[in-house]
């Protein structure tokens, strides 16, 4: 079928909007682009239970965190919970000249009952939200051994006003 030209409307374009220009990435993005390469390991406790089912919601947290949480590698036997796999990853990437970013769910929390960035009262929605922030501190700070990572990764996004606010500490902290 021939496409019938008599109900084109055609509209003048402003001419404001003959002179936008054309969006370009910041710095960060660019460098991202220039990324030919990458590659996310997934480990975290369910890599290892006996169901062998590994996924990335339980809330455990990788490095021993200074904030009244007890998920996390600090409240674990594995070296007598003084272990940090945050920052061996974080050694072993700089040794082999890669770098390293992190993953941080926010979405789902299954120690804390979050389940799509909600907790199911006030109170403990609170409390999380503080948490996560609180987290997020403690990896980006300047004084954080853990900071200034490639990639910072949330599952499921970030939904302003819903999940916790975490866009004002990435700008704080980043590049």
Not at 53 to 80: C, I
């Amino acid at each position: 079928m021939l496409f019938d030209h008599s109900n084109v409307v055609f509209v003048p374009v402003p001419v404001s909007c003959a002179r936008l220009t054309v969006a370009k990435p910041s710095a960060t993005q660019a460098k991202y682009l220039d990324y030919e390469i990458g590659a996310s390991i997934h480990f975290n406790m369910q890599t290892f239970n006996r169901n062998m089912k590994p996924d990335h919601f339980s809330g455990f947290l990788l490095w021993p965190t200074a904030t009244n949480y007890n998920y996390s590698v600090k409240n674990s036997n594995w070296r007598n919970g003084t272990g940090d796999v945050a920052w061996e990853f974080m050694q072993s990437c700089a040794n082999t000249a890669l770098s390293h970013g992190f993953y941080y769910s926010v979405h789902e929390n299954w120690y804390m009952d979050v389940d799509n960035y909600k907790t199911h009262n006030p109170v403990t929605q609170a409390v999380y939200r503080r948490l996560v922030e609180e987290h997020l501190r403690e990896l980006l700070s300047p004084k954080s051994k853990y900071k200034k990572p490639f990639l910072f990764w949330f599952d499921a996004g970030i939904v302003p006003g819903i999940s916790p606010n975490v866009g004002p500490i990435l700008r704080l902290f980043s590049e």
